[in-house]
């Protein structure tokens, strides 16, 4: 049994959506047991009114809520009955191996860190996010977890992305790119010239070199390595220039009746390839580098991204992926930072 | 009149794209005098095919040629007799005031400071990037110059992409934010924690404080101020993306009988949409901070972008835009870095 503790009072349509999400996976992903963190009244009401195999899911009360407007570390220590520090305190005593939370990701990073904590040589567990390129998807990272990052840091994103690709979203031989600003062997800033040429020595993975922004869209590489400064400005370009594009097609298509017909013979079409670049599908973004795994999903989920995000922590789990992480680093002599 | 260097050996359809654009120019662009730099009896012979008013145009002999693949500091200091070496000089000495080229980045950004020489005060010209926006365009700069940046050069890109947008592009008290990972005060990396409260502090800039990538490409603010590695990465990040999303639903189009003909339909309304979306109307990228003009065009340029980069150079020669930028930098003790 794969067991996976979920925080079912993050998010925008919490908790409902996010029980939806949890009861939506029971079917597609077997062999999992659920553990539901939040006011059990509440949780126990919602639940009774669905029909699911009960043996598989379970509420662990916990009444208080961390909201996004808390300071992430003060929150953590202050709310001890909160679904956030009860669940991560699940993980820490291996009571469950992976943690699901829509909620603050402040939190969510800062609680992973403080009680399930890192793995022995990672300083600096990074966040990833799963984008959808035109050939598939990519894990970008560190795409917002540690800003003015050290070239050890990233050597270890890289290791770290690699396991992640090739175990969990099943790539031979996953490619490892690190952002830089072109793709000459003298480009880059301190970190990126300072990080070159030792990632270039790492023997476990299939390294690239120089990954240029405008590539990633096109799928340039399956392991996006780079600082989360510009790991985040990445990944904000890619959520705003897809949203003001296709909002811009579509008052252009709205903007007289005849593209109006047209609009509607396309949708078909395209909806179909949109479709791949719907983010959700690729259930959220997993931290990599603690003793258990930590997902954060994002907080407008309608549900559907739990269910994806619950299928991504068992393939996680049945990969052993933290200890192949773990043994990863120790294969390395890497300074803590 | 306003006398414009134009290199006419620079990109990949030149000298014949770039002698086009700039005698297109000459009709949209009244009241100026152009000097073309490239070999003479090639451009010429080119010159010879066309009519045109032949007073506002004269070629400058320049034999040589700087390539991409030269290291740009070399090739400055050993060209001579190249368009771009030549035309710097003509600069220099005053006897024209802005330059314009579709050649080598890195040649044109060494040569424009080694030649040209910087603004007593400003010690990294930065690229500016003029990006289109769902609101209508907004100036990106540090686009590519200067990597590691120090507070001190954000301020001063702040100062001059206000002025470039007050002055050249017409705008009234244009906003500058600066480029952060979230709108939180305590959000951001080392750069941008230095620098937001001596920014806050100018007092001849409308700051609005932090510029979250996602809010980019909706037009969140005019000028955006980032790091050379951040601010590149932006700009490819929304050439990828674009680039992307439209081939995929060219593709989506294309892949069925009904929507190839609702592809149809929507054409007309699309380009009008999609035209202000064309970044070559813009007209290049300007160095800002060197005692002159020099605009960088894109490399693949058909040579419109040369004529927009004509209007652009004059209406900054006429807004005395070189003295207005020497004079906010004076006016503040910054520090030389």
Chains 1, 2 share one sequence.
């Not at 999400?21 to 006011?39: E, N, V």
């Not at 195999?53 to 001890?80: M, Q």
């Not at 050890?152 to 992640?164: D, F, N, P, R, T």
């Amino acid at each position: 049994m794969y067991r996976i503790a979920v925080d079912c009072m993050g998010g925008d349509h919490a908790p409902e959506a996010i029980i939806n999400g949890a009861i939506a996976s029971l079917d597609s992903t077997p062999d999992t047991k659920l553990f539901l963190f939040g006011p059990a009244a509440t949780l126990e009401n919602l639940l009774s009114q669905k029909t699911y195999d009960k043996s598989r899911v379970e509420v662990i009360d916990a009444p208080e809520v961390i909201s996004l407007h808390e300071a992430p570390v003060l929150a953590i220590r202050r709310k001890k009955d909160s679904s956030i520090v009860k669940a991560l305190h699940f993980i820490k005593d291996k009571q469950a191996d992976a943690f699901i939370s829509a909620g603050s990701s402040g939190a969510v990073l800062a609680g992973g860190q403080l009680i399930v904590g890192r793995i022995p040589g990672i300083p600096r567990p990074p966040f990833g996010a799963l984008i959808p390129t035109a050939k598939g998807v990519s894990l970008l990272l560190d795409s917002g977890a540690n800003v003015d990052a050290k070239p050890e840091w990233l050597l270890q994103y890289a290791k770290m992305g690699s396991i992640y690709m090739k175990e969990v979203v099943g790539l031979e031989n996953p490619s490892v790119g690190l952002v830089n600003v072109g793709a000459e062997e003298e480009k880059g800033n301190a970190l990126v010239k300072e990080t070159m040429p030792l990632m270039k020595e790492l023997k476990d993975i299939n390294f690239i070199g120089s990954c240029e922004a405008r590539d990633i869209a096109g799928g340039a590489c399956d392991v996006i390595v780079c600082d989360a400064f510009v790991g985040n400005c990445i990944l904000k370009m890619y959520e705003g220039v897809g949203h003001m594009l296709l909002s811009q097609i579509k008052s252009a298509i709205k903007s007289s009746p005849v593209s109006l017909i047209g609009g509607a013979l396309i949708k078909g079409s395209l909806k179909e390839t949109m479709k791949k670049f719907d983010a959700k599908q690729y259930g959220g973004a997993p931290i990599l580098g603690l003793n258990g795994l930590v997902v954060k999903v994002h907080g407008n989920t309608d549900g559907r991204e739990v269910t994806h995000a619950i299928r991504q922590c068992a393939d996680f789990i049945r990969a052993d992926a933290v200890r192949k992480i773990a043994a990863s680093i120790a294969a390395e002599t890497t300074p803590e930072a």
